[in-house]
């Protein structure tokens, strides 16, 4: 067996058996991954994969007990070459990312850039996304880390460990009557039009849920994927906006200003989310010390380390808010 044969099968399988999504996956060929899984066949005597024509539609009962088997050496292979390379590369290699755009343009700014001024020779990449992006790329291997709010169901395989909470606020335009009341109450939100987050995230369902349990029911403008554009369409005078609080600053929104609703609606946590038996090199770890300096690595390892697919480790009480904006 060679390990290439074992990420064909398991990229065809996370592909949902479509062999084309797959290749681009690894990015390789069709040709290429049948290759590989005939190859892989061959040397196994059994046949893994389902075949009607020409398309793939699913595993055998041979294919359903090597995958998790294959996923495991993989797993090993990778945590080996993280382990070597944090030797032969102490002051280089790679952090990868996976994050939404607001935690990226806010929350972890100050994070990435201190990390930056650090380690100089250290490339970083980041990948922005929906929290059901964030957590395929880091199910496929493709990041080290996704930085994300909580998801209801994780897949198996992945863990998610408290970080920290972001509180929320409403923005509206200067001169907005809302902004003179001295506590906003869910009713006088609904008496405007509203602009909130995609149901996606777990504030956007959350402050659909809050209505609908007051009984009211708010003309929502638009639902949208982060804070930069929800600022942009309240200045435009479609409405006013609930985001989390640390994406506003009056210094920078100078046409908005900014009240606090985190007594209207729950604080978020954020999470890291990891591959569970995932080896964690040097940068990932001081990386997410810096934006949570409560994970040390201890804690981190042993939470990754533990035995159990799609849980979220950890208790998330006595977390410290995200800070506001400057």
Do not use: W
């Amino acid at each position: 067996m060679k390990l290439q044969q074992l990420h064909s099968l398991c990229a065809i399988v996370d592909a949902e058996f479509n062999i084309s999504r797959a290749a681009r996956a690894l990015e390789s060929s069709q040709p290429a991954i049948g290759k590989h899984i005939r190859a892989l066949e061959q040397t196994l005597g059994v046949q893994l994969l389902l075949r009607s024509g020409k398309r793939i539609t699913g595993l055998t009962e041979a294919g359903r007990a090597v995958l998790a088997p294959a996923r495991e050496m993989l797993r090993h292979a990778a945590n080996i070459r993280m382990a070597t390379r944090d030797l032969a590369e102490p002051e280089g290699g790679e952090l990868s990312i996976a994050t939404t755009h607001t935690h990226a343009r806010y929350m972890l700014l100050p994070s990435i850039k201190g990390f930056v001024e650090r380690h100089p020779d250290v490339l970083i990449r980041l990948r922005q996304g929906t929290p059901q992006v964030i957590v395929g790329l880091v199910a496929q291997g493709t990041v080290d880390v996704g930085i994300t709010t909580e998801l209801e169901q994780l897949p198996a395989g992945l863990v998610q460990i408290p970080s920290f909470r972001m509180q929320h606020s409403v923005i509206a335009p200067v001169g907005h009557p809302l902004l003179k009341s001295r506590a906003i109450t869910l009713r006088q939100l609904a008496s405007y039009p509203l602009l909130a987050h995609d149901s996606q995230f777990k504030i956007g369902k959350e402050v659909m849920q809050k209505f609908s349990a007051a009984g009211l029911q708010p003309r929502f403008v638009m639902q949208a994927l982060d804070s930069d554009v929800m600022k942009a369409y309240v200045s435009a005078g479609l409405g006013i906006a609930i985001i989390p609080k640390i994406s506003f600053s009056p210094r920078r929104d100078s046409g908005l200003r900014s009240r606090d609703v985190s007594h209207l609606f729950t604080p978020t946590t954020t999470y890291a989310i990891f591959r569970r038996g995932v080896y964690l090199n040097k940068h990932v770890q001081e990386f997410i010390q810096s934006v949570a300096p409560q994970l040390d690595r201890k804690t981190l390892e042993d939470a990754i380390a533990q035995t159990g697919g799609g849980a979220r480790i950890l208790a998330d009480a006595g977390l410290a808010p995200a800070p506001d904006g400057e």
